[in-house]
């Protein structure tokens, strides 16, 4: 018995004592939120006292000023930071090969790649000059993470000069990389009692052998964006939602298209706001609005509207500052503002020939109505209109039974004169 209770505290002490690595998910676009996740989850690891942070990188690159905040948070963190490219098939290219030198310990997958990292132009094609200042600057802040580092950082440079890409074996034997692990345990057992150099020159030893592994839980912000940081559902929710309060303004009271335009317009507005926009593509996307607008004002023969519908796929495919990963597929453009338009142009046309219309309810739906005489009038008595009894005042005197027509309406009481019968 007493052997069994030592066998259990030594058992509990080991558990105790095992290390707790935060793996946090670095896949995807990287954008803002990115940056709000990378920062929390090192924040949760300097908390929990962790031995270590992994990042799982998957990802295709993303904005420049997003992974410059987001190394500067990693050279930063009082906990050491292992990147890891995975699973095998993935890659970091781009901001995500930034990201991967970036860190204390640099480790790829079998079957992964990485770099391709030359800045590519927001909008348009930049001019030779503006290119050479934007792959300076960044060649510049590679290099010198990189050296700091003590990686290949001349080899580094060529993925930003010549956009160069390496499998996992080649950047090991190049010296980009400090190891090729099969999985996370074996990565961790690689490390094991391994020395590294931190960033401000601190030595350190990692411990992670049977390490344990705790995910890092998104916010529900973060999660709620993450969802729909895509631009695409994020332009699909804005259209929708923006359909949606039309509807409601169009046919008050139904309450049901406004709420859930009211929450679609903004999850797509807070899903678009951590992204870079082009006022280019915003005005385009209101003059697309103004031009369905027109179109059910004017018989332009389908021309405003098609020029609407025009002005919506160009500011959707212009509406994103950022790298083609990015951008509003040219797909989804279509297929979302070519509905939209039709739908807007048949709503609007309803709403104005409503407008137009003449009045059918109240004393100027009764004028020239017929109706029919139900006692004497002499000059007063009571007549049948519309569905309706009236008193009403006669100009002649009227039989019951006689049809009359409004020729006024006075209050409550209508002014009625006998039918004219047409002579045969």
């Known amino acids: 018995m007493f052997k069994r209770l030592c066998l259990a505290a030594s058992v509990a002490t080991a558990l105790a004592a095992a290390p707790k690595v935060i793996a946090v998910d670095i896949d995807g676009v990287i954008h803002p939120i990115t940056v709000d996740v990378l920062s929390h989850a090192l924040d949760q690891a300097a908390s929990q006292n962790a031995a270590a942070v992994l990042l799982r990188l998957n990802t295709p690159g993303g904005l420049l000023d997003a992974t410059r905040q987001m190394n500067e948070k990693i050279v930063a963190s009082r906990v050491p930071v292992i990147a890891y490219v995975t699973p095998s098939g993935g890659r970091a290219a781009s901001a995500g090969f930034f990201i991967l030198e970036a860190a204390d310990v640099a480790a790829m997958a079998p079957g992964t790649n990485t770099g391709a990292s030359s800045p590519v132009a927001l909008t348009g094609t930049m001019d030779e000059t503006m290119r050479h200042k934007v792959e300076n600057d960044a060649s510049a802040w590679l290099r010198s993470t990189v050296e700091k580092r003590g990686r290949n950082a001349t080899l580094a440079d060529t993925t930003i000069r010549q956009a160069s890409s390496f499998t996992e074996k080649e950047a090991l034997d190049q010296h980009l990389i400090d190891l090729i692990a099969?999985?996370?345990?074996?990565?961790?057992?690689?490390?094991?009692?391994?020395?590294?150099?931190?960033?401000?020159?601190?030595?350190?030893?990692?411990?992670?052998?049977?390490?344990?592994?705790?995910?890092?839980?998104?916010?529900?912000?973060?999660?709620?964006?993450?969802?729909?940081?895509?631009?695409?559902?994020g332009f699909i929710l804005l259209i929708v939602g923006a359909l949606g309060l039309y509807v409601e303004f169009n046919s008050p009271g139904l309450i049901l298209p406004g709420v859930v335009g009211g929450i679609l317009l903004l999850l797509g507005a807070s899903s678009l706001s951590v992204l870079p926009l082009s006022w280019v593509g915003v005005s385009l996307l209101l003059l697309g609005a103004m031009l369905f607008v027109l179109e059910a004002h004017f018989a332009s023969h389908g021309i405003l509207g098609t020029g609407g519908t025009v002005a919506l796929v160009l500011g959707a495919l212009m509406l994103i500052d950022g790298p083609p990963e990015m951008r509003i597929h040219l797909a989804t453009a279509l297929s979302v503002s070519i509905p939209f338009a039709l739908i807007t142009m048949f709503l609007l046309s309803l709403a104005i020939k409503a407008r137009r219309n003449k009045s059918l309810m109240g004393g100027e739906g009764l004028l020239n109505e017929i109706g029919e005489a139900r006692t004497v009038l002499a000059p007063s008595g009571k007549v049948f209109v519309h569905g309706e009894y009236w008193d009403a005042v006669s100009s002649a005197t009227v039989e019951s039974g006689t049809e009359v027509r409004v020729v006024a309406v006075d209050g409550m009481k209508l002014r009625v004169e006998p039918r004219e019968v047409p002579s045969r």
């Open 182 to 233: 099969p999985s996370e345990q074996k990565l961790f057992e690689a490390l094991e009692g391994r020395e590294i150099t931190r960033f401000d020159g601190r030595k350190e030893v990692l411990h992670l052998a049977g390490a344990e592994v705790i995910p890092y839980g998104l916010t529900l912000r973060e999660r709620i964006i993450s969802s729909i940081a895509d631009p695409n559902v």
